[in-house]
C-alpha cells in the first residue's frame, strides 16, 4: 500500500462519514417520511444541507470504487469502517448530540478492529486474474504496489 | 405476523448489500487498478471502463433494493432493531460472500477484524 492509497481510503471514510452529517442535518428540518407520506423526499431533495450530502456521498461512491479496484473488499469494508468513529465526532461537535458510553465501547471495538486488518495486506493473492474478464485488454495481472513504487 | 415481516424485509436488506458490494468488487476487480489506469491510459478511459460494466450496475441495482427494503424495514419496525441487525449481518454477510463468491483469502486476522468492527457497530446502532 502507498501514501497515495492510504488516502483513498481515507477519503472513502470523510466523504462517506461527512455526507451522512450533512444529510442528517438537513433531515432535522425535514418532516417525517413514512409510507404515506414517501412525497416529503422530495421536499427533502430541496434543502441545501441534503444536496451538499448528496455530493459528497457521489465522491463517496467515486473513492469506494476506487478503494475496492486495489484492495479486497474484506480489507476495505473494516478498514473503512472508522467512518462510524468520524461520524460519532461530529454527531458530538456539530450536531451537539449525546454520546452514551455504550457508544464509547462500540467506538473502542471499531478502532481496534480497523488496526487489526490495516497491519494485514490489502489484496490476497487467491483472486482471479482480469484477463480472464472481457473488460479489461489480456495481459499478467499487475504487481499494484510494485507498479507505485516503479513509476 | 409483522415480527415475519420485519426480519424477512432485514434479511432482504442484508442480502442485497452483500450482493450489492460483491458485485461492486468484482466489477472494480475486472477494471483493474483505477489509479494505474489513470495514469497510464487517462481520466476518460477510467470513465468509460467504469460506466461500461455492467456488473457494476448490478452492483449499484442490489445496494438501492437494499436501501428501499431498509426503509420498508424501518416503517415496521424501530431503528433500534432494525439498524443493529441489518448493519452486524451484512458485514458477516459481506465476508462470506468475499470467500465464496470473490475467492479472497478471508484469514484469522480478517474475520478477527470483521467480528470486532460488527460488535462496536452493534455497540453504536443499539444505544
Not at chain 1, 444529510?23 to 417520511?33: D, Q, T
Not at chain 1, 462510524?84 to 461537535?93: A, E, R, T
Request: overall charge neutral; some cysteine.
Amino acid at each position: 500500500m502507498t501514501l497515495r492509497k492510504y488516502l483513498v481510503i481515507l477519503s472513502v471514510v470523510l466523504f462517506g462519514s461527512v455526507g451522512d452529517a450533512f444529510l442528517a442535518r438537513g433531515m432535522r428540518h425535514v418532516a417525517a417520511i413514512d409510507i404515506h407520506h414517501l412525497g416529503n423526499v422530495f421536499v427533502a431533495l430541496a434543502n441545501p444541507f441534503v444536496i451538499v450530502g448528496i455530493f459528497f456521498l457521489l465522491a463517496f461512491m467515486a473513492s469506494y470504487m476506487t478503494a475496492l479496484s486495489f484492495a479486497d473488499l474484506t480489507y476495505v469494508l473494516p478498514a473503512t469502517a472508522i467512518s462510524y468513529v468520524v461520524m460519532i465526532l461530529l454527531s458530538i461537535f456539530w450536531l451537539h448530540e449525546h454520546v452514551s458510553p455504550q457508544r464509547w465501547v462500540g467506538v473502542a471495538f471499531i478502532v481496534i478492529g480497523v488496526g487489526v486488518v490495516a497491519g494485514g495486506p490489502s489484496r490476497t493473492e487467491d483472486y482471479p486474474a482480469p484477463d480472464s474478464c472481457s473488460e479489461v485488454p489480456p495481459g499478467p495481472v499487475p504487481e499494484y504496489d510494485a507498479i507505485e513504487e516503479g513509476a | 405476523m409483522k415480527t415475519f415481516y420485519t426480519w424477512l424485509c432485514i434479511f432482504i436488506t442484508v442480502f442485497a448489500a452483500a450482493a450489492g458490494d460483491v458485485l461492486v468488487a468484482l466489477a472494480m476487480r475486472r477494471i483493474g487498478d483505477l489509479v494505474d489506469l489513470r495514469r497510464r491510459h487517462g481520466f476518460l478511459t477510467v470513465v468509460l471502463r467504469v460506466l461500461s460494466s455492467a456488473v457494476l450496475f448490478g452492483g449499484i441495482f442490489f445496494m438501492a433494493v437494499a436501501f428501499f427494503s431498509n426503509l420498508v424495514g424501518l416503517s415496521w419496525a424501530d431503528l433500534s432493531l432494525v439498524g443493529p441487525a441489518s448493519a452486524a449481518l451484512t458485514f458477516v454477510a459481506n465476508a462470506l460472500g468475499a470467500k465464496f463468491f470473490l475467492h479472497e483469502n478471508v484469514d484469522r486476522r480478517r474475520w478477527l477484524a470483521t467480528m470486532l468492527v460488527c460488535c462496536g457497530v452493534l455497540l453504536l446502532t443499539r444505544s
